[in-house]
C-alpha cells in the first residue's frame, strides 16, 4: 500500500520521538511491502519561531491531504509567558479542530514487565485493560467568549464550557460501539451535580444507550472517577468524559502503565482518507517534557504505539499494527528500559531493538 503520512515534531522531545517512529515506520514499509510517504510540517513554538504562528496554513492543509497525522508533542518554557500573544498549545487545538478528530482514543493496559514501574500495587493493575474516549474539540477548550480584560481596576478572564446534544451524541454513541468490541461496559465522567453541560452529557449518554442494551452504562461523577481510577482500576472498560476531565484523568491513569511516556492515542472523527477509513492524527499523551529534551532518553513507546494505532484505525494494516505492538512487548520483556521506566537504555537503543524484534518477527510478502 502506498500512504502518505504527514508528520508533526512540534517541540521537546516531539522530534525525538517521532523520528525514531518513523524509523519504525519505515522498517515496517520495508517489511511488508509498503511505501510510506513521511513528510515534516511545522507545528507549536517551533512554528512560531519560524513562521509567527503556531499552525501555518500549509501544515493544517498537508494534514488534510494526508491519509493519517503522526504529532509528536507542542509547548516549552520559551514560549511559557502568560502574556505571549500566542501558543505553541494553540495549534494542537487548531489542528484537533481542523482535522474535526472529535474522539481521542488513549488505551491504558500496564505490561506486564512494568508492574513494577507504576506506584500502584501490582494486584490492582495486573488486569487493567480499559480505554478512555476523551471528546477533543469542543468544551471548555473551545467554548467563547474566552478571553481577558481590565475591568474596574482589575485583570478578569473568562473561559465558557459548551457543549451541544450533536457533540455528545457522537462521541457517545463511538464509546458504546468500542465497548461492544470489548468488554460491554460503558463509564461516563461528568460532574452532573453542579455544571449544566454535564446534565446535557449525562441525558444524552442515557438516550445512546438505550441503543445498546448489551452494554452496561454506570455513570460517575469525576472527583470520584478520580478515585476509584486507583481503588478498582481493573472495573474499567470503556471511560468517556468531556475534553478537559478525560485530559486530566488520563494523565493519572498514565501511572497505571508506569510512566507519561507509554501512552498513546487516537483522535478520530467522521472525515475519510483515500483508503476509505478514518482520516485519524495519532499522538502519544504525553508533552514537550523540557526536563529531558536535548538528552536522548525520552521513552519513544507512546509514539511507536501511536503509529501502531494510525496503521490500525486509518490504513487497516491490523497485522503491521499487531507486529508493532508485539516488538515493543519484546523489548520490554528483554528489559531494555527507558529512564522513566527504571532502565537506562536511550531512545535509540530501544527503538533499535523494537525495530530488531519486528524484523525478526516479520512475515516476508
Ligand atoms: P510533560 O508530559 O511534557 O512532562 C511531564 C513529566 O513526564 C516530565 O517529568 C517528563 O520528563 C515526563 N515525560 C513525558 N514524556 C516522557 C517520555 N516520552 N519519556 C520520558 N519521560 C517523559 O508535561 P508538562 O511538563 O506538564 O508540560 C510540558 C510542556 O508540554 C507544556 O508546554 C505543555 O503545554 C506541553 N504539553 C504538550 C502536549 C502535547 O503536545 N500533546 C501534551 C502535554 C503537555
Ligand atoms: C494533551 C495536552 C494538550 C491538551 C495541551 C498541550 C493543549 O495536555 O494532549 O493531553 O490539554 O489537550
Ligand atoms: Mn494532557
Not at 229 to 251: H, W
Not at 252 to 277: C, F, I, P, V, W
Request: glycine content about 8%; charged content about 25%.
Amino acid at each position: 500500500m502506498k500512504a502518505i503520512i504527514a508528520c508533526l515534531p512540534g517541540d521537546g522531545i516531539g522530534p525525538e520521538v517521532i523520528e525514531a517512529t518513523q524509523t519504525v515506520l519505515q522498517a515496517v514499509a520495508n517489511a511488508y511491502g509498503h511505501t510510506f510517504e513521511m513528510e515534516n510540517y511545522p507545528i507549536g513554538g517551533a512554528a512560531i519561531d519560524q513562521y509567527q504562528t503556531p499552525l501555518p496554513p500549509f501544515t493544517l492543509e498537508a494534514c488534510q491531504a494526508a491519509d493519517a497525522v503522526l504529532l509528536g508533542a507542542v509547548g516549552g518554557p520559551k514560549w511559557d509567558s502568560p502574556d505571549a500573544p500566542m501558543r505553541p498549545e494553540q495549534g494542537l487545538l487548531a489542528i484537533r479542530k481542523g482535522l474535526e478528530v472529535f474522539a481521542n482514543l488513549r488505551p491504558v493496559k500496564p505490561h506486564p514487565r512494568l508492574l513494577h514501574a507504576s506506584p500502584l500495587k501490582m494486584e490492582k493493575i495486573a488486569e487493567v485493560d480499559l480505554i478512555f474516549v476523551r471528546e477533543l474539540t469542543s468544551g471548555i477548550y473551545f467554548g467563547q467568549p474566552k478571553r481577558r480584560w481590565v475591568e474596574a481596576g482589575e485583570e478578569r478572564a473568562v473561559d465558557t464550557m459548551a457543549y451541544t446534544e450533536s457533540e455528545v451524541r457522537r462521541v457517545a454513541k463511538l464509546a458504546f460501539e468500542l465497548a461492544r468490541q470489548r468488554k460491554r461496559k460503558v463509564t461516563s465522567i461528568d460532574k452532573a451535580n453542579v455544571l449544566e453541560t454535564s446534565r446535557l452529557w449525562r441525558k444524552v449518554v442515557n438516550e445512546v444507550a438505550k441503543d445498546y442494551p448489551q452494554v452496561t452504562l454506570e455513570h460517575l461523577l469525576v472527583d470520584a472517577a478520580a478515585m476509584y481510577l486507583l481503588q478498582r482500576p481493573a472495573s474499567f472498560d470503556v471511560l468517556v468524559t468531556e475534553n478537559m476531565f478525560g485530559d486530566i484523568l488520563t494523565d493519572e491513569a498514565s501511572m497505571l502503565t508506569g510512566s507519561m511516556g507509554n501512552m498513546a492515542s487516537a483522535s478520530l472523527g467522521d472525515t475519510q482518507n483515500r483508503h476509505g477509513r478514518p482520516r485519524g492524527l495519532y499522538e502519544p499523551i504525553h508533552g514537550s517534557a523540557p526536563d529531558i529534551a536535548g538528552k536522548g532518553i525520552a521513552n519513544p513507546v507512546g509514539t511507536i504505539l501511536s503509529a501502531a494505532l494510525l496503521l490500525r484505525y486509518s490504513l487497516g494494516l491490523e497485522r503491521e499494527a499487531e507486529a508493532v505492538e508485539r516488538a515493543v512487548e519484546e523489548t520490554l520483556n528483554l528489559g531494555i528500559l527507558s529512564p522513566d521506566l527504571g532502565g537506562s537504555a536511550n531512545t535509540a537503543a530501544m527503538t533499535r531493538k523494537i525495530i530488531e524484534q519486528l524484523d525478526a518477527a516479520a512475515i516476508p510478502t
